[in-house]
Structure formats: C-alpha cells, structure tokens
C-alpha cells in the first residue's frame, strides 16, 4: 500500500494550490480516502473525504466553499483543490485512506494507510 502526496508549497493569502494523492496496492473500488492536515504544535485533523467508487464527499466546516475533493479513476489519483487560502491553512497535508464505501470518519485513527505529508504555507 502506497499513499503519494505532492503539490504543496508557499502560496499568497488568497492564492490557490492542487494536491495530489497517488494511491497503489490498494482495491480502489473499496476504499475512501481523505486529506487531513497538522500545524505545528496541533493536533492532526480532517480536511475532506472521498469514497472512490461513489464520489461521496464529506468537509470540514472550515473549508466548506473553498477546498474541492475530487478523483480520477484512469490516474488513481485524489486531488484536493484548495482556493482562497488564508493563512490558518498552513499545515502538513497528509492523504490517507481506508476501507470502506460509506463512511468518512474525521478521526484520524480510523484511517489505517497514510501517504508523506506534503507542506502548505499560505502568507499574509
């Protein structure tokens, strides 16, 4: 099982990033996956899911409206597209996933597979 993020970086108060999660050694079909995120000195937490096979999506409220969850089926991949960040975005940003088609726990520990974290710095 191999979680692969990417596509952190410094970005501007209101700019945009794309991350991606490139997953392999996993049954697609039957998993979810999600992004969660850590500040330095917080706790990680959850930023938004995806089941794979239905596309079901689950936010956090503190992203609702600016970051996308989305997959592509033929790249195995999860992107998350993160527009409007504020500075409170800046974290590691971690992809994981987990077995299951309906459930999209925000609890860390419920996700078993977890990729590199990826960094994301948004100035003011």
């Known amino acids: 099982v191999q979680l692969q993020a990417s596509g952190g970086g410094l970005v501007q108060s209101g700019g945009s990033l794309r991350l991606s999660c490139v997953l392999s050694?996993?049954?697609?079909?039957?998993?979810?996956v999600g992004w969660f995120r850590q500040a330095s000195g917080k706790e990680r937490e959850f930023v938004t899911a995806i089941t794979w096979r239905t596309g079901n999506t689950r936010y956090a409220d503190s992203v609702k409206g600016r970051f996308t969850i989305s997959r592509d089926h033929a790249e195995n991949t999860v992107y998350l597209q993160m527009n409007t960040l504020k500075p409170e975005d800046t974290a590691l940003y971690y992809c994981a996933s987990r077995q299951g088609n309906t459930w999209l726990p925000s609890d860390p520990n419920s996700w078993p597979y977890w990729g590199q974290g990826t960094q994301v710095t948004v100035s003011s």
């Open positions: 050694g996993l049954t697609l079909n039957s998993n979810g």
